[in-house]
């Protein structure tokens, strides 16, 4: 199968960068596109940011644009979500999500379009 893990999570203070990864194995680990999602306490879990595997096509969360950049290294099989100027508000545990039979160019937001998730990592931003 498909086995997602995430990592680099941390606690942070406002105004810091941190960037997490995702590394895919397995072989059946051909995504169409990667999407990390973010889920805080008592909130449901949201979309953050998305990348076809062929690396362009980025999609982000309006509260994150300017803030966040997603990447992906195909060598690797690993995708990225670089985060910098950290907020209170990015505090969560963050998903990262491979699509494989989804339709990215249709509605590349909807958790429901991807196929494998990972366990996720936390992360933590102090004032």
């Known amino acids: 199968q498909v086995q997602l893990v995430e990592s680099g999570g941390g606690l942070v203070q406002t105004g810091d960068s941190l960037r997490i990864s995702c590394a895919g194995s397995?072989?059946?680990?051909?995504?169409?596109?990667m999407g990390w999602f973010r889920q805080a306490p008592g909130k449901e879990r949201e979309f953050v940011a998305a990348i076809r595997w062929t690396g362009d096509g980025t999609y982000y969360v309006e509260s994150v644009k300017g803030r966040f950049t997603i990447s992906r290294d195909k060598i690797k099989n690993m995708v990225f979500l670089q985060m910098n100027n950290l907020e209170v508000g990015d505090t969560a545990v963050y998903y990262c999500a491979a699509m494989r039979r989804g339709d990215y160019s249709k509605n590349p937001r909807a958790d429901n379009e991807y196929d494998y998730w990972g366990r996720g990592t936390q992360v933590t931003v102090s004032s």
């Open positions: 397995g072989p059946r680990f051909f995504p169409i596109a």
